[in-house]
C-alpha cells in the first residue's frame, strides 16, 4: 500500500537535510497565529535558538480542512495536494520533535492550528514515539483548555510529551518579552525535548522500531477514532 512513510522516505532526507540542526536533533515548530512576528512565534524563536528546528506559520500556508472523505483510509494519504501535504507533512514524518505554538482564541487553539491538526489524521501511527511540546499564549483565559487541545494531538498520536508545556501571558504584540516566567520555561522545554530526543533516538531508543520509523503504517490505528 501507498504510505506517507514510503512516499515521502526519499523527500525527508532532501527537506530536513538544510534545516539548522543542533546535535542531530530535527525540531519543527508549528505556529499557529495569524499574527506574524506575534508573541508565540516569539516565543518559538526562543526554543529555537535552544534546540535548533524550523517554525513554519500556518498563516504562510494554504491548506483545505478535513472534510471527512476518508479516502487516506484506503489510500494511506490525504487526498489534497495543498501545503500541508507537499511541505508540511514531509517536515513533520522528519522530525524528531515537534512543537506546537498557539495563541489562545476563545479558550482554545486557533481555527489554523485546529485544521492542521484535523488534517494530521491521516498521519496515525507515523509520529510514534516524537517528542511534543507545547506553547500557547494569551492574555488570562483558557490556557488549560487550549493546552489540553494541545496534549490530546500528541496523544492520539501515541507522541510524548515533553512536559506539561508553556503558558505565556500577552495581550498586544511584543508584550510576551516581559513575560521572564514564559521565556525561562520555553528554555526549559528546550532542555526537555534535548533530553528526550537523546533517549529515544539513541541506540537503544524508541524510535529505531517504532511503526513511525518502519514504516508499517501503524496497524490498528488505521482505524477511525
Ligand atoms: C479572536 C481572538 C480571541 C481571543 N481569545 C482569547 C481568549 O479566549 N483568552 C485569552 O487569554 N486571550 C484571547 N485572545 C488574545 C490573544 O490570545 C493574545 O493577543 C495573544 O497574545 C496573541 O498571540 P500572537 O501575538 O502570537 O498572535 C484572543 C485574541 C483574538 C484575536
Redesign the pocket.
Known amino acids: 500500500m501507498l504510505t506517507w512513510q514510503n512516499m515521502y522516505t526519499e523527500m525527508n532526507i532532501m527537506v530536513m537535510g538544510n534545516r539548522r540542526k543542533v546535535n542531530g536533533m530535527r525540531v519543527l515548530c508549528i505556529?499557529g497565529?495569524?499574527?506574524s512576528k506575534?508573541?508565540?512565534?516569539?516565543l518559538l524563536k526562543v526554543l529555537v535558538s535552544e534546540v535548533g528546528g524550523e517554525i513554519i506559520r500556518l498563516a504562510d500556508c494554504h491548506f483545505a480542512h478535513c472534510t471527512a472523505c476518508w479516502s487516506c483510509r484506503d489510500a494511506g494519504r490525504c487526498v489534497f495536494n495543498d501545503d500541508m501535504t507537499t511541505h508540511i507533512v514531509p517536515r513533520l514524518l522528519a522530525s524528531d520533535a515537534v512543537v506546537l505554538g498557539s495563541?489562545?482564541?476563545?479558550?482554545?487553539v486557533t481555527a489554523d492550528m485546529k485544521a492542521f491538526m484535523d488534517r494530521t489524521w491521516c498521519l496515525r501511527g507515523a509520529l510514534r514515539n516524537k517528542i511534543g511540546g507545547g506553547i500557547v499564549?494569551?492574555?488570562?483565559?483558557?490556557?488549560e483548555s487550549a493546552m489540553s487541545a494541545v496534549n490530546s494531538f500528541f496523544l492520539k498520536h501515541d507522541m510524548i510529551a515533553a512536559n506539561r508545556g508553556v503558558t505565556?501571558l500577552?495581550?498586544?504584540?511584543g508584550?510576551?518579552v516581559h513575560d521572564t516566567e514564559a521565556i525561562s520555561a520555553t528554555r526549559s522545554l528546550a532542555r526537555r525535548i534535548k533530553e528526550l530526543v537523546a533517549l529515544t533516538c539513541g541506540n537503544d531508543g524508541l524510535r529505531r522500531d517504532s511503526p513511525g520509523a518502519s514504516g508499517s503504517g501503524g496497524g490498528d490505528r488505521m482505524r477511525a477514532g
Request: proline letters at 7%; charged letters at 25%.
Open positions: 505556529c497565529s495569524p499574527r506575534g508573541n508565540t512565534e516569539y495563541p489562545i482564541f476563545f479558550n482554545n499564549v494569551g492574555r488570562r483565559y483558557g490556557a505565556g500577552a495581550f498586544d504584540k508584550e510576551i
